[in-house]
């Protein structure tokens, strides 16, 4: 079964240091999010891509976040000063179509974690 | 914010169906209600949606109310690999992110 991968599966970083969280989505999917989930807290969405740009972002996607698609497989999260709030799991999710007609296939996570 | 009420938790005998309830008393006739589940700390999996008939799938039935304002997620021989927060969210049309709520934690007891 197709599935969504995420590396590294935990990152510790040291807080101001820059990250870049990886995703290789399913081969003929579209539409790509992330979400995080802050430990004990609700799954939150931060920002779904489609066709090369961003299609929608929350009010927690501010400009310490990017996202990038940098060729055909992978899709890319960069943190660019980490704080210590942004310690959390992140996860990718992709779909093949709009999610009103389809389902999101989620990624199992990278935990990261900001000393 | 979700757009739905849930059961902050449950509990179910292993083997026994496990009903979980939740409100979208606010849903128009377009959107959709769907189910995703997480178990502990993995990333949310689909389970099923639908608009207005019940739909069935290997997983789980979808049972809906004919004003819509409602829902049921049913598992109908829950085991203990099925304790999970279970997430019931309403999906505006357009491309809009699915929005998770608290959920319901179903807690599968031998």
């Known amino acids: 079964e197709p599935e969504v991968t995420q590396t590294p599966s935990h990152q510790v970083t040291q807080m101001g240091q820059e990250v870049i969280l990886r995703c290789v989505p399913i081969?003929?999917?579209?539409?790509f999010y992330w979400y995080r989930q802050i430990l004990g807290q609700k799954v939150e969405f931060l920002v779904s891509?489609?066709?090369?740009?961003?299609?929608?972002k929350s009010e927690i996607f501010d400009d310490q976040f990017s996202v990038e698609r940098p060729d055909g497989s992978n899709f890319t999260l960069k943190i660019r000063s980490t704080k210590l709030e942004d310690s959390a799991m992140y996860f990718c999710?992709?779909?093949?179509?709009?999610?009103?007609?389809?389902?999101?296939?989620f990624g199992q996570g990278t935990r990261l974690t900001v000393v | 914010d979700a757009k739905t009420t849930q059961p902050p938790s449950m509990d179910c005998a292993e083997g026994r169906a496990a009903n979980l309830p939740c409100n979208h008393s606010?849903?128009?006739?377009?959107?959709?209600v769907y189910w995703y589940r997480q178990i502990h700390s993995q990333g949310p999996q689909y389970i099923i949606h639908?608009?207005?008939n019940n739909e069935t799938n290997e997983m789980a039935s979808l049972i809906i109310t004919e004003d819509r304002k409602s829902s049921t997620l049913i598992l109908p021989h829950a085991t203990l690999r099925d304790t999970a927060v279970y997430y019931c969210?309403?999906?505006?049309?357009?491309?809009?992110?699915?929005?998770f709520g608290k959920g319901t934690r179903l807690s599968v007891i031998a």
């Open positions: 081969s003929n999917h579209l539409y």
């Open positions: 999710a992709s779909s093949l179509g709009l999610l009103e007609n389809t389902e999101a296939f």
């Open positions: 639908g608009l207005k």
């Open positions: 606010t849903i128009s006739g377009n959107e959709y």
């Open positions: 969210i309403v999906l505006y049309s357009g491309n809009t992110p699915l929005v």
């Open positions: 891509f489609y066709n090369n740009e961003i299609s929608e």
